[in-house]
Structures are given as structure tokens and as C-alpha cells.
């Protein structure tokens, strides 16, 4: 038995004005001006429950992998309240070096048309309520929730990888070259 103080994590949130937050049954959902959006926490072992205007988060136990899922839980719901107010925002690149590609949105999914002379085009996921706008070489990624957002660059920019040739030469693809928060037009 250790002599040491057994140290257990508690944090508290606010949430803003603007937002509505409820927990049911473990799960959480917030509203805000730009959509709303729910979290399940039944998998991660924390207390949590909300309090007024605050969210309470606490840990069970006193070890790193408990202090590690606390912050983790604390990042996640930090980032759902902001994106409900502010949002996200990803823009990628189209990059070719002899066949044009040409990016177009259809029926939830991303179409990529012409990639190395491909006839058929290649289809990518859009997750969640993400937007997708293309300007010229530019695709651009918006939405409410950062996984969401994300998950479609990655799903978009995994989609056209060259395999089987040298990377170093055949530098075709749809490549993320900047992330921002708040959602630009």
C-alpha cells in the first residue's frame, strides 16, 4: 500500500449561451447555432453529468490510463460544444501532373472523375452533415463535428493514393493543406 494521496480528476465545463446540452442515459447531446450532434459515452469509464451551465467530468480511478481517458473525454466534449458554435473547416488540394481530375458531389458521396485516366470514378464517404464545396483545385471541407469533417478529408485524400508506382514521381491525389476552426464560405 502506497503512502502517497490517491489523486482523482474532476474538471468542470461551462457551456455557452448559445448551447443546449443533455445527457441521456450516457449519452450527450449538444445543440447550437450551426446543427446539432450527439456523443456516446456508455464505453468510456468516467462519471459524467451536467450540472446547470456545467459539465461535470470526473475519473474513476487514480492511475495514468484513468487521467489519460479523462482528458481525452474532456478534448472530445470541448470540441463538440465549439463546433456547434463555430464549426470546421478543411481545404485540400487537387494536385495532377497530365490527366485533369475533376471532383464533383453526388447523392452523399465524392466523385473523382479522370484520376490517372481512369474511366470509372472513384467514390469517397461523406460523413456526417460535412459540406463539400469545390472552387478550381480546391476542395473544401466545413461542417459542425471535427471527427466528421476529418474522417471525409481522410476518406477523400486515402482514396487517391498512388499505389504500385513510385510516390516520389507520381505525385497525383487530393492532399489536406490546411485545417481551421469556424466555417468559411
Known sequence: MSTKQVQVHESSLAIPDKVKVSLTKRILSVEGPLGKTRRDFKRIPLDLHVEGKNIVIKSLGSRKKDYAIF???QSIIKSLLEGVQKGYTFKMKIVY????ITVKVKDGKILVENFQGERAPRTSKIYGDTKVITKGDDVILTGPVLTDVSQTAASLQQNTKVKNKDHRVF????YLFEKSSGIEK
Do not use: Q, S, Y
Open 171 to 174: 505525385l497525383d491525389g487530393i
Open 97 to 100: 501532373a497530365h490527366f485533369p
Open 71 to 73: 482528458n481525452t473525454a
